[in-house]
């Protein structure tokens, strides 16, 4: 079956600029998962869904960043005034309610020129 | 605070050799533990999980990882591994029902054909 996607794969925008990212979970699956990765770290959780409803946001970084997920499928992320040090992959992972064992999308690479 | 802690950041094996990769974690309470891996080009995906019950849980390709909770340790292990092997190896950890996930650093094994 198809698994989560995200778009775009890669993005470019400067500095000061708004962005949306895009995430595709698995379909059935309640949970949703951003992670951001930065250049030789892991992947460090932003913020969490269970259905529409954010769960935990104890992630982002501060109040430029945003995420919905409004029927509860589909999520955004949205970054505002976008800086250099936002540059990263931004990951986005599903799962059931139940089971917390993540699948992954390819993620997309944010470059903040 | 939540952390997780992989002891090498770089690992070089020739094949059949063993491989012993470390993750030790600091977390309250009960915990849920993860190995993910990420191939050359791929998307990160689970290679291993322990919820409960038996401490040494086996996950695919001959991998095996064994949770020793007076350690807060979950150590990945091969007996012997192939070229293939060579990706990006990912410790995580979440805390009992909750779904908020911590991962490490990263370590990236290189095994020579």
């Known amino acids: 079956g198809a698994g989560v996607s995200q778009t775009p794969s890669n993005k470019v925008t400067e500095k000061g600029k708004y962005v949306e990212l895009r995430c595709d979970p698995i379909?059935?699956?309640?949970?949703l998962y951003w992670y951001r990765q930065s250049l030789g770290q892991g992947p460090e959780f932003l913020i969490y869904f269970q259905g529409t409803g954010a769960a935990d946001d104890s992630g982002l970084p501060n109040d430029r960043f945003f995420a919905v997920r409004p029927e509860g499928s589909v999520s955004t992320l949205k970054i505002q005034r976008t800086e250099r040090g936002d540059s990263a992959v931004y990951l986005c992972?599903?799962?059931?309610?139940?089971?917390?064992?993540?699948?992954f999308g390819p993620g997309t690479r944010l470059t903040v020129l | 605070a939540q952390s997780v802690s992989q002891h090498n950041h770089h690992v070089i094996l020739s094949e059949a050799a063993s491989l012993e990769l470390g993750c030790n974690y600091s977390?309250?309470?009960?915990?849920?533990l993860f190995w993910y891996v990420q191939y050359p080009g791929q998307h990160l995906q689970l290679l291993l999980k322990y919820f409960s019950g038996d401490p040494l849980v086996k996950g695919i390709k001959g991998f095996e990882a064994e949770f020793i909770k007076s350690k807060f340790s979950f150590n990945l292990r091969k007996p012997s591994v192939q070229w293939s092997d060579t990706a990006e190896y990912f410790c995580?950890?979440?805390?009992?029902?909750?779904?908020?996930?911590?991962f490490g650093a990263g370590t990236r094994l290189f095994v020579k054909a």
């Open positions: 379909s059935g699956h309640t949970a």
């Open positions: 977390y309250g309470g009960t915990v849920n």
């Open positions: 992972a599903s799962s059931t309610q139940t089971r917390n064992e993540q699948f």
């Open positions: 995580a950890v979440n805390g009992g029902g909750g779904f908020k996930t911590i």
